[in-house]
């Protein structure tokens, strides 16, 4: 790879696109001085705003496309209309041909995947993608995968994604050996269905070099931050990522109703203002955004659909990081040094 990373951006994805992408692909660079961007859509409405933008100045190549993919598309139709002409398309495409190192979205989770997969295709020998999230914790944060790209699992899924979460785990943590999970309903070794308890068996006896496993964790090891890497299929997964959002947003409903309810109350948050707002960003899902898709021959990062331009920098940041580090290169020697028993 080269001493720059360059990161296409698909401009037009999500609630707000250019408005979001742009302003959000400064913060980045600010952050990153060595990234360049390819931002890929409606070039009449990008060019104002990229050049309204000092931080982007001599940092952006503008591709128009003429199509963009629309949050409520169905996966198939938006491959079929945006095959080749769509924003989407057009930034995994630049990962493919080699003009990029990364792509980052915001738009359409389904679309992106499909389109992902028969772009870059999936790297032998995974025969399924997974999402993989950074998932904040009393610890600091975990990797925990799958959160929706893939229903329904089988043992060697789990052990693929095993592999790739630890990959990820070893950038982002500066980990030699990753601790890693299965997410089950209960720990002792008996329970959990045929998948989970093959899996765990695979990992247990396989005694792989760059991960250590940890056994079965619960529901409630995911915000204790009991292991790096939490493994679970993506029914599951993006269940429990949309329980801890709701969640966090409970607490932050709570705590502004308590704090205002009594003169006594308003006072206390008063001297307690600076733990309120180190709570705040803690659990401020712009700090963790962007699931990074595992399992392809390429590098994409899916932003969410309403991010702020601070959560869409903040994906930037992980594609980023995953590029610089050679994620793809982590993850093949860590597959080539997986025993093939393993994987069968």
């Known amino acids: 790879m080269s001493q720059r990373v360059r990161i296409s951006l698909d401009a037009m994805g999500g609630d707000h696109g250019p408005a979001t992408v742009v302003p959000g692909a400064a913060i980045a660079r600010e952050r990153h001085p060595d990234t360049t961007f390819l931002m890929v859509g409606d070039e009449a409405v990008l060019a104002p705003l990229v050049a309204a933008e000092p931080r982007l100045r001599d940092g ?3 591709r128009h496309a003429p199509l963009a993919v629309r949050m409520d598309d169905k996966p198939s139709q938006a491959v079929r209309a945006g095959r080749g002409k769509s924003s989407m398309w057009k930034a995994i495409q ?15 989770t389904g679309a992106l995947m ?22 904040p914790t009393v610890r600091g944060e975990s990797v925990v995968l799958d959160v929706g790209a893939t229903i329904g699992t089988d043992a060697s899924h789990l052990v693929d994604m095993a592999l790739m979460g630890s990959a990820m785990a070893r950038i982002v943590f500066d980990l030699d050996r990753p601790t890693v999970g299965l997410l089950n309903v209960g720990t002792e070794e008996m329970k959990g269905n045929e998948a989970v308890k093959e899996a765990a068996r695979l990992l247990r006896e396989s005694d792989l070099p760059n991960l250590s496993y940890h056994g079965f964790v619960e529901g409630t090891d995911l915000g204790l931050g009991t292991t790096d890497v939490v493994v679970t299929e993506g029914f599951t997964g993006n269940i429990a990522l949309k329980t801890a959002e709701g969640t966090a947003k409970q607490i932050a409903a709570y705590l502004k109703g308590a704090m205002g309810r009594t003169l006594m109350a308003k006072i206390g948050y008063l001297f307690a203002r600076g733990a309120f707002d180190a709570l705040k960003a803690k659990m401020d899902p712009s700090r963790a955004n962007g699931g990074v898709f595992l399992g392809l021959e390429g590098i994409v990062i899916k932003s969410h659909g309403s991010a702020s331009p601070e959560g869409f920098a903040s994906a930037i ?10 994620l793809m290169r982590t993850i093949r020697d ?8 393993t994987s069968a």
């Open 317 to 326: 940041d992980i594609a980023h990081d995953m590029a610089r580090h050679d």
């Open 334 to 341: 860590m597959l080539d040094a997986t025993p093939a028993a």
């Open 94 to 108: 630049a990962v493919r041909d080699g003009e990029a190192d990364a792509a980052v979205s915001a738009g359409n």
């Open 114 to 135: 499909a389109m992902s997969k028969i772009c870059l295709k999936m790297m032998a020998p995974i025969e399924r993608p997974a999402i993989a999230c950074l998932w």
């Open 60 to 62: 952006v190549e503008i």
